[in-house]
């Protein structure tokens, strides 16, 4: 499964890139508006640092607004996939763009059948967003399983980037659906690292490695050593 950073941050965007851990980045106009700074410079920015698809979303209303700003990020770089939300302009969008051979994510997706939508009109990713499901005490995993049967009956090609990801288990529940991708904040990206056990563990090796005397501690073969 590859793991996307859900950011608009260039230091969490810089610090994930470092660790070798992230296939591409997702942003909406929410994470965007929290960096103060202006959008397409910022967007230029974040594809000069990472090498993988970078979706950036549309402000419009309506199809015709979709296409003109899609066409306008889209032309940036040629990683930038085109962010639509799941409506019936969003979707008449998705066909125009794709049409022109502008990758599309529709997000802000709910149900199994906007999926299908989706799918049917071409788009590259569809973007279910679990964690607010789970907010109104719906299951947001379910609808991952419902889309992962739907695009296996039909043999769509759309892929299934798990949004609105909050804590670790979402990520180990997308990989186990064998979701194609989770996009998650940095917070829980780091928090897939963590472990107490590797924590306690790296102190005993260390404290071990320690009690050594200085001349059985270096790390350069003796021949080479000055005197
Ligand atoms: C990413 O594409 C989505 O916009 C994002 O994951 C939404 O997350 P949220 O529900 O935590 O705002």
Redesign the pocket.
Known sequence: MKIFL?SANLKEIEEAVKWGAIDGI?T?P?LVAKEHREFLPLIQEICQRVNGPI?VETVSRDAAGMVEEGKLVAGIHPNVVVKCPLTKEGLTATRQLTAQGIRVNM?LCFSATQALLAAKAGAYFI?P?I??LDDISQEGMALIRDIKTIYANYRFTTQILV????HPIHVLEAARIGADIA?MPFGVLEALVKHPLTDIGLERFLRDWESLPAEAKQFKPARQRVG
């Open positions: 859900d997702t909406n929410s979706s997000t973007s967003f964690g607010r949004a609105s990801v909050r996009t």
